[in-house]
């Protein structure tokens, strides 16, 4: 009967020792990853609301493991603006941002006056990031 009792302290002990041995400096790597990826999306969302026509401009970026790296961008604009521009500034602004990793792309950008009329796109790094890429150059970051 102390044999697995034995075995259960082994692996307890073996648990509690090998959960120290994680890289060091790692959760500290991702909190600064995480607070850079903040700064970028406050950034994007002021550049965004910076231009004319922008009425609002909501910015989300994935962090948990279903989600990673995809970026939402929802916009409001004013009756007149050109729909397609807003979504290629949009798409172009998340690109040359410091945000990282970066898996997906989706923009929405909808009329302020009913909010039913607009455009959404996806993009994401499987079938649109060559593209892209040719579109407006490589992104500033490398993607870790």
Do not use: K
């Not at 082994?10 to 890289?23: E, H, I, Y």
């Not at 989600?67 to 050109?82: F, H, K, Q, R, Y």
């Not at 989706?106 to 060559?130: A, C, K, M, P």
Request: with cysteine; net charge negative; aromatic share 6%.
């Amino acid at each position: 009967m102390g044999l697995p009792t034995s075995r259960a302290m082994v692996v307890a002990v073996l648990m509690v020792t090998l959960s120290g041995c994680a890289p060091s400096g790692r959760s500290e790597r991702h909190d600064a990853q995480q607070a850079r990826n903040d700064a970028a999306v406050d950034a994007i969302r002021g550049q965004l609301m910076r231009s004319s026509g922008v009425v609002e401009a909501h910015i989300t970026y994935g962090t948990d493991i279903t989600n990673a790296g995809s970026t939402g961008v929802s916009l409001i604009v004013a009756e007149g603006v050109d729909f397609e521009q807003v979504n290629d500034l949009a798409v172009r602004t998340v690109w040359f941002s410091q945000l990282n990793p970066m898996g997906a792309i989706s923009v929405s950008v909808l009329l302020d006056e009913d909010r039913t009329q607009g455009i959404g796109h996806n993009y994401n790094e499987f079938d649109d990031w060559d593209e892209l890429e040719s579109r407006y150059g490589p992104r500033p970051v490398s993607e870790d």
